[in-house]
């Protein structure tokens, strides 16, 4: 019998960063399982700390002065076997802490104490058949009835003004139950049946691959519209019969509303979605559903990777190629990994999808660690838009000193005059992007931060996109006091702006930061788009992926070199991903689609082969310069961010680091040390940003060597130096 418990507290320090030794009091022996929250005696004062117990042993070497457990906490373990094997790996992999990882499987809402919300809801007694009913009663039934609605009590009074006292009648001699019972706090909405198809004969050929392979890991690359979701959808189905759930991963909170509402709408609403704009109680409830197996199937963001499904079958991760999949907070973890990882702790099978794979997934279906299915069609018959790109500098020539090429006018025009749909993608929000002198050239900046402000149309602000910092707009140049202040670049408020402009009886939808902040707006966006309430959806990436819009035949791309010219080996790829993705949006119905693509480098190959939907070549151009140049899939990138008000402090600490670690790896000839120097962005919030890049073949045993080093040697500034480490970040700026 286990004597001994082996836990980690709950608490954030670096240095409680241990897994501690308990003795099991008589009470709880046999009762104490792996995974279970307790309640510990912690530290010289004894203070009581909550701890989960990831380890059990029969004995322990010295068992004087080992303190007891003080009690468990919840009814059940809220960690599985598996899970603190993941727990164990993920500390390894992402340099973090055991409580960090503990924490994205457990969330916030599960510990902090957060009840089931319960509620009084009403519905028909067995008192009613038969009987005749007078007013005021007549009205509360048929309202119940039908519409078939479970009402809690008071509410359904206050919003029907109905007396509380007739319902209490109406309870009191059996017309109405009335009962208590938990509710979901998260979105009752209720869907429309979404029919299920039959599938074609692609679609069949890969499900069948799937559930007969003896393997457990795809890559779907299959063409924007080629009915992905079918095939994931008929997977989750053959999970069910067999007992077996399923995660479906989305890269952005945007796509949630479709969906939900497809997998609502096929299978019921007992689907589980999980993101980060949930309240802590409906996180709650969510993760409580699937722990209590009230839900078979989960919809969510990267850390619905988690959750906590006792029998999971499959693992969907759709637009696999998105960086959104990649936490920049810790643990720092990849959904992608962790899934590679669960599938073999959980023998489930994982599913990523994409029209646009990733390098890295792609290169893996090379050397058969995936295994790749290709379809090269639309699902329902639909060709692949047109695709036209224009070259802006021509348009200039040519006397055009719009927003909007020619052909992308013409073509607005033509979709409005047929009442179709149109789509305009610009990265970049705002009104301006930047604003400065022309006289003397002083660019207005954040003063907190090392980017220009952007101008908004509503207010007269300017905002720094890093820190949200507003400025007010000074018409004068702060710098030499001339009155020539001008503004350049475009955003999508403006976009907006010019197309009401031109086009005054077109109704305009904006998708953006901006416009999504409130809980249920990208749910209105997307209902009323669908529903055709406007005729042009203008958005930055949000309406770029996954949406799927029948009456869409239009799709213009304002400004293709946004994403080329960042200083990350993986513009070319983000490019090529966004260019190809947006223009999937167009002609996904009955009707042709066009894509008019406005660039002014329009001889860069990435944007021909987005433009030709050319993956293949854009691939084979892009593994070999990965390869000539060392970077992922052929080696690792590790990078050590280190941040500070004191800029002065930053730079001696971070040299030192440096030249402690490039002694260190002298002698390694497999991997190579970049800088110190300062960030893409050098300054955020008042916190200077410097980093340290090493590159190259980096194995687990190197990367812990490396991480124990930077925190020793920056452990006595360690309260005014914020040090990051992060292994191949989606992001390197
Ligand atoms: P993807 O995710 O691959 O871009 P979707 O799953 O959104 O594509 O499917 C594109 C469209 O094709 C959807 O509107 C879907 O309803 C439709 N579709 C999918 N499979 C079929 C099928 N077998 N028959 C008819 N239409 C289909
Ligand atoms: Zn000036
Ligand atoms: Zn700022």
Known sequence: ??????????NDSVQVDKIFTYKIPTSLLGVLQLGFRVKVPFGRGNRTLDAFV???YEQCDSAINIKEIANICDEMPLLKITDIELVKVMKKKYLCTYLECIKVIIPRGITKGIKKKTSLLLTIGKQIEGKFLNEPYKNIYDLIELNKMKYNKNEFSKNFKLSLSSINTMIKHGFLISQEVTINRYNQKHYAKYEEKILNEKQRQSVDFIMNSKKNKFLIHGVTGSGKTEIYMKLVSYMLKENKQSIILIPEISLTPQMVERFKGRFGPEIAVFHSRLSDGERFDEWMRVKLGNAQIAIGARSAIFLPFENLGLIVIDEEHEASYKSDSDPKFDAREIAYMKCELENCKL????????????????????????????????AMPKVEIVDMREELMNNNRSIFSRSLHDGITQCLSK??????????RGFSTFVSCRKCGYVFKCK???ISLTYHNAGEYLTCHYCGEKEKISKVCPSCGSSYVKYFGVGTEKIEQEINRIFPSARTLRMDFDTTRKKNSYEYIYNTFKSKGADILIGTQMVAKGLDFKDVTLVGVIAADLSLNLPDYRAFERTFQLLTQVSGRSGRGSKEGKVVIQTYSADELTIKYAASNDYDSFYKNEIMMRE?????PFASILVITMSSENENMLIKNIQNVGENL????????KIILLGPCTCGVSKIKNFYRWQIIIKGDINQTIALEIKNSVYELVKNVYSSIRVSIDINPSNMI
Do not use: H, W
Not at 628 to 632: E, F, K
């Open 419 to 428: 009442n179709e749909q149109v789509i305009l993608f610009l990265n970049r």
């Open 662 to 669: 490039k002694y260190k790896i002298k002698d390694n000839n």
């Open 351 to 382: 599913i990523l999808g994409s029209a646009t794979p990733s390098v890295e997934s792609y290169y893996r279906s090379t050397i058969n660690e995936l295994s790749l299915i290709t379809i090269n069609e639309r699902a329902d018959g639909a």
């Open 1 to 10: 019998m286990y004597q001994y418990a082996g836990v980690v507290v709950n």
């Open 54 to 56: 990831l380890e059990l």
């Open 448 to 450: 907190k931060c090392d």
């Open 628 to 632: 000539a140049m060392d970077y992922p």
